[in-house]
Protein backbone atom coordinates (compact mmCIF):
# COMPACT_ATOMS: atom_id res chain seq x y z
CA UNK A 1 0.00 0.00 0.00
CA UNK A 2 0.84 3.78 -1.02
CA UNK A 3 1.88 4.83 2.46
CA UNK A 4 0.60 8.20 4.02
CA UNK A 5 1.28 11.49 2.25
CA UNK A 6 0.76 14.52 4.48
CA UNK A 7 1.31 16.93 1.61
CA UNK A 8 -1.60 15.79 -0.07
CA UNK A 9 -5.26 15.94 0.04
CA UNK A 10 -6.31 12.28 0.85
CA UNK A 11 -8.50 11.19 -2.22
CA UNK A 12 -12.13 9.67 -2.19
CA UNK A 13 -13.07 6.32 -3.17
CA UNK A 14 -16.00 4.42 -3.56
CA UNK A 15 -16.06 0.68 -3.33
CA UNK A 16 -19.00 -0.56 -4.42
CA UNK A 17 -19.72 -5.17 -3.28
CA UNK A 18 -21.94 -6.33 -6.09
CA UNK A 19 -20.91 -9.66 -6.19
CA UNK A 20 -24.29 -11.16 -4.42
CA UNK A 21 -26.49 -13.19 -5.67
CA UNK A 22 -29.59 -11.92 -4.52
CA UNK A 23 -31.88 -15.09 -3.52
CA UNK A 24 -33.88 -13.77 -1.12
CA UNK A 25 -35.37 -12.16 -4.35
CA UNK A 26 -36.30 -15.06 -5.72
CA UNK A 27 -35.89 -13.56 -9.36
CA UNK A 28 -34.11 -14.90 -12.47
CA UNK A 29 -31.03 -13.25 -11.94
CA UNK A 30 -28.76 -11.05 -9.21
CA UNK A 31 -30.86 -8.31 -7.70
CA UNK A 32 -28.77 -5.88 -8.79
CA UNK A 33 -29.50 -6.09 -12.57
CA UNK A 34 -33.21 -5.82 -11.83
CA UNK A 35 -35.03 -3.60 -14.15
CA UNK A 36 -35.31 -0.42 -11.77
CA UNK A 37 -36.37 2.16 -14.56
CA UNK A 38 -37.11 1.95 -18.06
CA UNK A 39 -33.95 0.72 -19.60
CA UNK A 40 -31.75 0.30 -16.55
CA UNK A 41 -31.21 -1.90 -13.84
CA UNK A 42 -30.04 -1.74 -9.85
CA UNK A 43 -26.62 -1.18 -10.27
CA UNK A 44 -26.82 1.46 -12.75
CA UNK A 45 -29.06 3.69 -10.88
CA UNK A 46 -26.64 3.08 -7.79
CA UNK A 47 -23.48 3.98 -9.66
CA UNK A 48 -25.37 6.90 -10.99
CA UNK A 49 -26.40 8.45 -8.19
CA UNK A 50 -22.70 7.68 -6.69
CA UNK A 51 -21.12 9.61 -9.25
CA UNK A 52 -23.90 12.16 -9.16
CA UNK A 53 -22.66 13.03 -5.63
CA UNK A 54 -18.98 12.86 -5.81
CA UNK A 55 -17.50 12.84 -9.25
CA UNK A 56 -14.55 13.44 -8.24
CA UNK A 57 -14.26 10.40 -6.13
CA UNK A 58 -12.73 6.88 -7.72
CA UNK A 59 -14.47 3.89 -7.96
CA UNK A 60 -13.63 0.35 -7.22
CA UNK A 61 -16.60 -2.52 -8.26
CA UNK A 62 -16.44 -5.74 -6.55
CA UNK A 63 -18.30 -8.31 -8.95
CA UNK A 64 -18.56 -12.08 -9.13
CA UNK A 65 -15.70 -13.67 -11.41
CA UNK A 66 -18.27 -15.21 -13.97
CA UNK A 67 -20.67 -12.59 -13.46
CA UNK A 68 -22.39 -13.02 -17.18
CA UNK A 69 -24.83 -9.91 -16.49
CA UNK A 70 -22.56 -6.95 -15.89
CA UNK A 71 -21.32 -5.00 -19.01
CA UNK A 72 -19.00 -2.47 -18.56
CA UNK A 73 -21.22 0.59 -19.93
CA UNK A 74 -23.63 0.16 -17.14
CA UNK A 75 -20.40 2.14 -15.31
CA UNK A 76 -20.79 5.87 -15.83
CA UNK A 77 -16.63 6.25 -14.77
CA UNK A 78 -14.18 6.19 -17.52
CA UNK A 79 -11.46 4.68 -15.13
CA UNK A 80 -12.29 2.67 -12.55
CA UNK A 81 -11.08 -0.70 -11.05
CA UNK A 82 -12.66 -3.91 -10.56
CA UNK A 83 -11.90 -6.80 -8.25
CA UNK A 84 -12.93 -10.25 -7.92
CA UNK A 85 -15.72 -10.83 -4.47
CA UNK A 86 -15.52 -13.31 -2.52
CA UNK A 87 -18.07 -16.31 -0.62
CA UNK A 88 -19.33 -13.60 1.53
CA UNK A 89 -20.31 -9.65 1.41
CA UNK A 90 -17.27 -9.22 4.03
CA UNK A 91 -15.21 -11.16 2.19
CA UNK A 92 -15.51 -9.45 -1.16
CA UNK A 93 -15.08 -5.66 0.49
CA UNK A 94 -11.85 -6.71 1.49
CA UNK A 95 -11.04 -8.31 -1.66
CA UNK A 96 -11.59 -4.35 -2.73
CA UNK A 97 -9.90 -2.99 -0.20
CA UNK A 98 -6.47 -5.16 -1.14
CA UNK A 99 -7.17 -3.90 -5.20
CA UNK A 100 -7.69 -0.46 -4.14
CA UNK A 101 -4.47 -0.57 -1.56
CA UNK A 102 -2.35 -1.13 -5.12
CA UNK A 103 -3.74 2.38 -6.65
CA UNK A 104 -4.36 4.58 -3.24
CA UNK A 105 -2.79 5.72 0.31
CA UNK A 106 -3.36 4.48 4.03
CA UNK A 107 -5.38 7.90 3.96
CA UNK A 108 -7.60 7.94 1.21
CA UNK A 109 -11.30 8.05 2.60
CA UNK A 110 -12.94 4.70 1.12
CA UNK A 111 -16.75 5.11 0.77
CA UNK A 112 -18.55 1.10 1.33
CA UNK A 113 -21.72 1.25 -0.39
CA UNK A 114 -24.30 -1.34 -1.10
CA UNK A 115 -25.26 -1.66 -4.79
CA UNK A 116 -29.02 -2.99 -3.90
CA UNK A 117 -29.19 1.49 -2.37
CA UNK A 118 -29.95 3.03 -4.89
CA UNK A 119 -32.08 5.68 -3.24
CA UNK A 120 -29.29 7.04 -1.03
CA UNK A 121 -29.35 10.76 -1.58
CA UNK A 122 -26.23 12.93 -2.68
CA UNK A 123 -26.92 15.60 0.05
CA UNK A 124 -26.49 12.86 2.65
CA UNK A 125 -23.12 11.41 0.95
CA UNK A 126 -21.50 14.59 1.23
CA UNK A 127 -22.86 14.80 4.95
CA UNK A 128 -20.99 11.75 5.68
CA UNK A 129 -18.13 12.67 4.15
CA UNK A 130 -17.61 15.95 5.69
CA UNK A 131 -18.20 14.06 9.23
CA UNK A 132 -15.67 11.15 8.49
CA UNK A 133 -12.79 13.53 7.48
CA UNK A 134 -12.88 14.89 10.83
CA UNK A 135 -13.50 11.61 12.58
CA UNK A 136 -10.71 9.72 13.34
CA UNK A 137 -12.82 6.54 13.47
CA UNK A 138 -14.76 7.31 10.01
CA UNK A 139 -18.62 7.60 10.07
CA UNK A 140 -21.78 5.72 8.98
CA UNK A 141 -25.00 6.99 7.42
CA UNK A 142 -28.08 5.71 9.77
CA UNK A 143 -31.34 6.45 11.46
CA UNK A 144 -32.22 6.45 14.70
CA UNK A 145 -34.90 2.95 15.54
CA UNK A 146 -38.42 4.59 15.41
CA UNK A 147 -40.69 1.58 15.40
CA UNK A 148 -41.31 -0.84 18.60
CA UNK A 149 -38.50 -3.24 18.46
CA UNK A 150 -39.50 -6.95 19.70
CA UNK A 151 -36.86 -9.90 20.42
CA UNK A 152 -38.26 -13.17 19.09
CA UNK A 153 -37.77 -15.83 21.95
CA UNK A 154 -35.75 -18.87 21.27
CA UNK A 155 -36.80 -21.76 18.81
CA UNK A 156 -36.94 -23.84 21.62
CA UNK A 157 -38.92 -21.29 24.15
CA UNK A 158 -41.69 -20.09 21.73
CA UNK A 159 -45.23 -21.49 23.22
CA UNK A 160 -47.57 -22.97 20.84
CA UNK A 161 -49.81 -21.09 19.07
CA UNK A 162 -52.43 -23.79 17.79
CA UNK A 163 -53.06 -24.89 14.43
CA UNK A 164 -51.95 -23.55 11.02
CA UNK A 165 -48.35 -21.48 10.28
CA UNK A 166 -48.91 -19.51 13.89
CA UNK A 167 -47.52 -22.94 15.34
CA UNK A 168 -44.57 -22.15 13.47
CA UNK A 169 -44.20 -18.71 14.32
CA UNK A 170 -42.02 -17.30 17.04
CA UNK A 171 -43.24 -15.83 20.04
CA UNK A 172 -41.91 -11.96 21.49
CA UNK A 173 -39.60 -12.83 24.15
CA UNK A 174 -39.50 -8.97 25.24
CA UNK A 175 -40.00 -5.46 24.04
CA UNK A 176 -36.12 -3.86 23.32
CA UNK A 177 -35.70 -0.35 24.81
CA UNK A 178 -35.30 1.69 21.19
CA UNK A 179 -33.52 4.56 23.12
CA UNK A 180 -30.01 5.02 21.38
CA UNK A 181 -30.63 2.00 18.70
CA UNK A 182 -29.99 3.34 15.07
CA UNK A 183 -30.49 1.88 11.69
CA UNK A 184 -27.17 1.04 9.83
CA UNK A 185 -27.11 2.58 6.11
CA UNK A 186 -24.42 2.94 3.70
CA UNK A 187 -22.35 4.43 2.73
CA UNK A 188 -19.62 3.58 5.43
CA UNK A 189 -16.57 6.01 5.25
CA UNK A 190 -13.40 5.05 6.34
CA UNK A 191 -9.31 5.43 6.12
CA UNK A 192 -8.23 2.87 3.34
CA UNK A 193 -5.62 1.87 5.67
CA UNK A 194 -7.59 1.59 8.95
CA UNK A 195 -10.53 -0.35 7.22
CA UNK A 196 -8.23 -2.50 5.98
CA UNK A 197 -6.52 -3.83 9.03
CA UNK A 198 -9.72 -3.63 11.02
CA UNK A 199 -11.41 -5.97 8.64
CA UNK A 200 -8.96 -8.90 8.13
CA UNK A 201 -8.26 -8.59 11.96
CA UNK A 202 -11.93 -9.29 12.77
CA UNK A 203 -12.83 -11.45 9.93
CA UNK A 204 -9.61 -13.52 11.48
CA UNK A 205 -11.55 -13.79 14.75
CA UNK A 206 -15.24 -13.91 14.83
CA UNK A 207 -16.37 -13.41 10.93
CA UNK A 208 -20.07 -14.00 11.85
CA UNK A 209 -19.81 -10.74 13.83
CA UNK A 210 -19.03 -8.50 10.75
CA UNK A 211 -22.07 -7.65 9.17
CA UNK A 212 -20.87 -4.00 8.14
CA UNK A 213 -18.14 -2.22 7.93
CA UNK A 214 -18.63 -0.29 11.19
CA UNK A 215 -18.69 -3.71 13.14
CA UNK A 216 -14.98 -4.33 12.24
CA UNK A 217 -14.04 -1.00 13.13
CA UNK A 218 -15.82 -1.91 16.76
CA UNK A 219 -14.48 -5.22 17.30
CA UNK A 220 -11.08 -2.86 17.43
CA UNK A 221 -12.16 -0.88 19.91
CA UNK A 222 -12.88 1.81 17.50
CA UNK A 223 -16.08 4.18 17.39
CA UNK A 224 -17.15 5.56 14.35
CA UNK A 225 -19.67 8.28 14.09
CA UNK A 226 -23.09 8.05 13.60
CA UNK A 227 -24.26 10.63 10.43
CA UNK A 228 -28.19 11.28 10.51
CA UNK A 229 -29.08 9.98 7.12
CA UNK A 230 -32.97 10.15 5.20
CA UNK A 231 -34.88 7.04 6.29
CA UNK A 232 -35.68 6.51 2.36
CA UNK A 233 -32.39 5.22 2.11
CA UNK A 234 -33.78 1.09 1.84
CA UNK A 235 -31.97 -1.82 0.69
CA UNK A 236 -33.60 -3.92 -2.12
CA UNK A 237 -33.88 -7.61 -0.17
CA UNK A 238 -37.21 -8.39 -1.12
CA UNK A 239 -39.13 -8.15 -4.06
CA UNK A 240 -41.42 -5.27 -2.38
CA UNK A 241 -38.42 -3.53 -2.05
CA UNK A 242 -38.29 -3.23 -5.73
CA UNK A 243 -41.26 -1.33 -5.90
CA UNK A 244 -40.78 0.87 -2.97
CA UNK A 245 -37.29 2.26 -4.44
CA UNK A 246 -38.93 2.04 -8.13
CA UNK A 247 -41.88 4.63 -6.24
CA UNK A 248 -39.56 6.49 -4.34
CA UNK A 249 -37.19 7.31 -7.74
CA UNK A 250 -40.14 7.88 -9.49
CA UNK A 251 -41.44 10.15 -7.13
CA UNK A 252 -38.00 11.97 -6.53
CA UNK A 253 -37.64 13.13 -10.48
CA UNK A 254 -41.12 14.17 -10.84
CA UNK A 255 -40.89 16.81 -7.37
CA UNK A 256 -36.82 17.21 -7.41
CA UNK A 257 -37.07 19.68 -5.02
CA UNK A 258 -39.16 17.72 -2.71
CA UNK A 259 -37.44 17.55 1.02
CA UNK A 260 -35.76 14.76 2.22
CA UNK A 261 -37.50 12.23 4.87
CA UNK A 262 -36.62 13.54 7.61
CA UNK A 263 -34.00 10.97 10.09
Known sequence: ???????????????????????????DRPKQYLELSPG??????TLATLKRALPEAGLCLVLGADDGY??????????????????ERADSVLAGLDCLSRHAHDDDLVL??????????????????ATARRSADGAILAAPASDTMKRAAPAGDSRPHGDGDAESAPSIAHTEA???????????????????RALREALGENPALITDEASALEACGRAPVLVAAARDNLKITHPEDLAMARLLL?????????PRTPA
Open 1 to 27: MMPTDTSREPRLWYLVPAAGVGSRMQA
Open 40 to 45: GCVLEA
Open 70 to 87: FSPSMVPWQDWLRADGGS
Open 112 to 129: VHDVARPCVREADIHALV
Open 178 to 196: RVGLWHAFTPQAFPLGLLR
Open 250 to 258: AAREALPDS
